[in-house]
Nanobody, 121 residues
């Protein structure tokens, strides 16, 4: 079973920075894509940023130019560097991964437990 463990959330003032980390653990799996989503109460979870195996990235319009996403394939990890944070970035951030077992098979999905990011004005 693949598990995701997140870290790096916390409280920061507007204009500050935080770096979120997420590492996948398990056996005989291959990551295809990893990403970060966020959710606030009474709203749907939304994509923040994602990165594929070949390094292609996509970002929500609201974070373009402020957030960057990177990965470490050797560690099966993904990082979200968040700069120039705004109060509206406050949310629970969830790590997400698409993976397969072995070298082929159906793509499976796993979520982390979430980490809270609070940006004060």
């Amino acid at each position: 079973q693949v598990r995701l463990v997140e870290s790096g959330g916390g409280k920061v003032q507007a204009g500050g920075s935080l770096r979120l980390s997420c590492a996948a653990s398990g056996s005989r799996f291959s990551i295809k894509r990893m990403g970060w989503y966020r959710q606030v109460p009474e709203k749907q979870r939304e994509l923040v940023a994602a990165i594929t195996l070949d390094g292609s990235t996509n970002f929500a319009d609201s974070v373009k130019g402020r957030f960057t996403i990177s990965k470490d394939e050797a560690k099966n990890a993904v990082y979200l560097q968040m700069n120039s944070l705004k109060p509206e970035d406050t949310a629970v951030y969830y790590c997400n991964a698409d993976y397969i077992y072995g070298s082929s098979g159906p793509i499976r999905e796993v979520w982390g437990q979430g980490t809270l990011v609070t940006v004060s004005s």
